[in-house]
């Protein structure tokens, strides 16, 4: 049997960026086996990569936008050669929406998957912080123009549903929820006693730690009750007058033991259309690791969480302390979350679980 060949279209290189590790990349594998043969393009390198989010380095980052449009140059010569596109976010990131025509214009098939609500004009952008200076060259018609035209659209959160089905020419559109491998995320046996100090922790870059700011003030009031250690695992600097605080370098090499360290983990969201759109991947990841969670009851959240059995909802400051409090006090009841949190995680949001819902849409255009 020939294989299938696909070409995907990506931001960043492969295993580095969550929203692709941690979404379709998982599945290579399962792919080649059925049969699918990949050839990866990311418009970044590894080198504009590792400075994407620093506030320096703008020639340098401007080098890597400008040899990433001679990457999408090389790629529309070779299209045609593929069965199936698969893009993910956009074709490039800055200006029209030339290359995306040309790309549904030389494409036999094209999947476009995307994550957050990228697609709305007044969007909060929280990817692609290269400088201000770049993002009025942004727009969200790349967005539109690929959900509009590609043969098949996945979605992560069910906010997306309607939109993108019924803007879609073939009305084709799947939502995949974000899902984990359990066998990576697996937790630790800990000391769950009163007698240490309660590791509170949050993880994401420098372009979410809005949400951080956003609850500030909770910490400051949680620290009047209790003694605790706020951790945040990211890529930037971050300080809380009279808190204690312990920036964690983020890591691949290191991630899972970074969050097994962990015994309470947060995500704080602010509401609007852009927040209403997450796949509440990190909330995931806590819950797969067995991390009692507190989370924004907005949007995906809400439906991954069930309140009080495997995680805490809350909607305003006063339930952020109230639940941090509670848990701080009571390590049987983060024990009993933690553990109904893996299980939830283990029955519907395992990448062995949804593994199939990617190949029957690869499958269904391939043939």
């Not at 998957?113 to 200076?133: P, Q, W």
């Not at 009841?333 to 029957?360: F, P």
Request: with cysteine.
């Amino acid at each position: 049997m020939n294989k299938k060949k696909i070409l995907i279209i990506c931001p960043y290189p492969e295993g580095l960026a969550a929203g692709q590790r941690l979404k379709y990349e998982q599945y290579f594998k399962h792919w080649k086996s059925n049969d699918y043969e990949l050839t990866i393009s990311s418009y970044f390198d590894i080198n504009t990569w590792k400075i994407l989010y620093d506030s320096d380095f703008i020639i340098k980052k401007i080098i890597g936008i400008i040899f990433g449009y001679f990457k999408r140059i090389r790629d529309l010569y070779l299209i045609k050669k593929f069965d199936i596109v698969y893009i993910f976010m956009w074709v490039t990131p800055l200006g029209s929406t030339i290359f995306e025509h040309l790309f549904v214009k030389f494409s036999k098939k094209i999947i476009y998957d995307f994550n957050d609500s990228i697609y709305l004009k007044d969007h909060h952008t929280e990817k692609f912080i290269i400088n201000h200076f770049f993002n009025f060259l942004k727009t969200p018609n790349k967005c539109n123009y690929l959900i509009k035209n590609s043969n098949h659209v996945i979605i992560d959160s069910l906010f997306h549903y309607n939109y993108c089905h019924n803007l879609n020419k073939y009305n084709a559109c799947t939502h995949i929820p974000c899902s984990l491998d359990v066998n990576y995320f697996y937790p630790i046996n800990k000391n769950r006693s009163n007698d240490k100090i309660i590791r509170i922790g949050w993880t994401g870059t420098f372009s979410s730690k809005i949400y951080l700011d956003n609850i500030k003030n909770v910490f400051v009031r949680l620290n009047e009750i209790h003694k605790f250690k706020l951790i945040i695992i990211g890529n930037f600097d971050y300080s809380i007058p009279n808190i204690d605080v312990e920036l964690i370098k983020w890591k691949k090499t290191s991630e899972i033991k970074d969050l097994q360290s962990l015994d309470i983990g947060i995500y704080p969201l602010i509401k609007n259309n852009w927040t209403l759109g997450k796949g509440a991947l990190k909330a995931m990841q806590y819950m797969a690791l067995e991390i009692p969670t507190v989370a924004s009851d907005l949007g995906t959240t809400s439906n991954v969480i069930t309140n009080n059995f495997s995680g805490i909802l809350v909607n305003n400051e006063n339930e952020w302390v109230n639940a941090l409090d509670y848990l701080i006090r009571n390590p049987k009841e983060r024990q009993r979350i933690g553990r109904n949190a893996r299980e939830e995680i283990v029955k519907k949001y395992s990448s062995e679980i949804l593994k199939s819902k990617y190949l029957n849409i690869l499958n269904k255009l391939s043939h």
